[in-house]
């Protein structure tokens, strides 16, 4: 599937080390040259509020760039079973009527191009997740650097998810309309309706309450926060993914400090 990102459009390829540099660059979160200091010899204490939260950006910015592109690719929703959109859980009885009169075919096409909406829009949205992170405060980033392993990426979610979804909600509606989820959806419910069974379907579901831009933009984000949670993880637990000198610096002291209180206690 071909995607037309704002990355792309700057680089005029879709990777992920340079995506990854890009939003570095949009987040204005490269090295400082006058932090100096060692990875290994900072602790907790030492580290300013800024450099907390940079770090934090940091790595938020290193999981959008995993999330991006781990998902915005041909298959990126649709064969990853931790990330899959399904049927709409209200269109479950359209899709056993359908099933039960031999149309699979309808039904797997429609949860399909709704994995391919989601496939697009992930990658046009990355400017619209790069001003989102830019807006995490320090206020309390000390704290959020102690949470747990999601502690980032679950305040992230909290503060932006509203504004997020109201601007990536139309970047769906283009990948809708682009893949054919629209038409899927109307030919699914076309064939719904001119069977035999289409009156006792349409006493249990009225087609005119479903959102399908809202329910594919909620189920995308699902997604890419679970991806981004997941990479936050990886770096509060392993230091090889600690890939700049500022994640190496915040989140090692993390680790130096849970090791002094365990030895402490």
């Given at each position: 599937?071909?995607?037309?990102?704002?990355?792309?459009?700057?680089?005029?390829s879709?990777?992920?080390?340079?995506a990854?540099?890009?939003?570095?660059?949009?987040?204005?979160?490269?090295?400082?040259?006058?932090?100096?200091?060692?990875?290994?010899?900072?602790?907790?204490?030492?580290?300013s509020?800024?450099?907390?939260?940079?770090?934090?950006?940091?790595?938020?910015?290193?999981g959008?760039?995993?999330?991006?592109?781990?998902?915005?690719?041909?298959?990126?929703?649709?064969?990853n079973?931790?990330?899959?959109?399904?049927?709409?859980?209200?269109?479950?009885?359209?899709?056993?009527?359908?099933?039960?009169?031999?149309?699979?075919?309808?039904?797997?096409?429609?949860?399909?191009?709704m994995?391919?909406?989601?496939?697009?829009?992930?990658?046009?949205?990355?400017?619209?997740?790069?001003?989102?992170?830019?807006?995490?405060?320090?206020?309390?980033?000390?704290?959020?650097?102690?949470?747990?392993?999601?502690?980032?990426?679950?305040?992230?979610?909290?503060?932006?998810?509203?504004?997020?979804?109201?601007?990536?909600?139309?970047?769906?509606?283009?990948?809708?309309a682009?893949?054919?989820?629209?038409?899927a959806?109307k030919?699914?419910?076309?064939?719904?309706?001119?069977?035999?069974?289409?009156?006792?379907v349409?006493e249990?579901?009225?087609?005119?309450?479903?959102?399908?831009?809202?329910?594919?933009t909620?189920k995308?984000?699902?997604g890419l926060?679970?991806?981004?949670?997941?990479?936050?993880?990886?770096?509060?637990?392993?230091?090889?993914?600690?890939?700049?000198e500022?994640?190496?610096?915040?989140?090692?002291?993390?680790?130096r400090?849970?090791?002094s209180?365990?030895?402490?206690?």
């Amino acid at each position: 599937m071909k995607t037309f990102s704002y990355l792309t459009l700057l680089l005029g390829s879709v990777s992920a080390p340079l995506a990854h540099a890009d939003l570095l660059d949009l987040l204005g979160l490269r090295k400082n040259p006058a932090d100096t200091n060692t990875a290994s010899s900072t602790s907790l204490a030492a580290l300013s509020q800024d450099q907390v939260a940079g770090g934090l950006k940091q790595a938020l910015a290193k999981g959008l760039d995993q999330a991006i592109a781990r998902l915005g690719h041909d298959g990126g929703f649709l064969t990853n079973l931790e990330v899959h959109i399904p049927m709409p859980e209200k269109l479950h009885a359209i899709e056993r009527t359908l099933r039960s009169l031999g149309q699979d075919k309808l039904a797997d096409d429609f949860v399909a191009t709704m994995n391919h909406a989601a496939e697009q829009a992930v990658p046009e949205a990355a400017p619209v997740f790069a001003d989102a992170v830019k807006q995490m405060t320090i206020a309390d980033a000390k704290a959020i650097l102690l949470g747990t392993n999601d502690a980032a990426t679950a305040h992230f979610k909290s503060v932006t998810q509203t504004n997020l979804a109201a601007r990536f909600r139309p970047i769906v509606q283009k990948a809708t309309a682009k893949t054919g989820a629209t038409a899927a959806y109307k030919n699914m419910m076309g064939k719904i309706g001119s069977s035999k069974l289409g009156g006792v379907v349409a006493e249990l579901f009225n087609q005119d309450t479903l959102d399908l831009d809202s329910y594919v933009t909620d189920k995308a984000l699902d997604g890419l926060f679970k991806m981004v949670a997941d990479e936050e993880k990886r770096i509060r637990q392993n230091p090889t993914a600690r890939t700049t000198e500022l994640l190496q610096k915040v989140f090692g002291s993390i680790s130096r400090q849970s090791s002094s209180e365990r030895q402490g206690s």
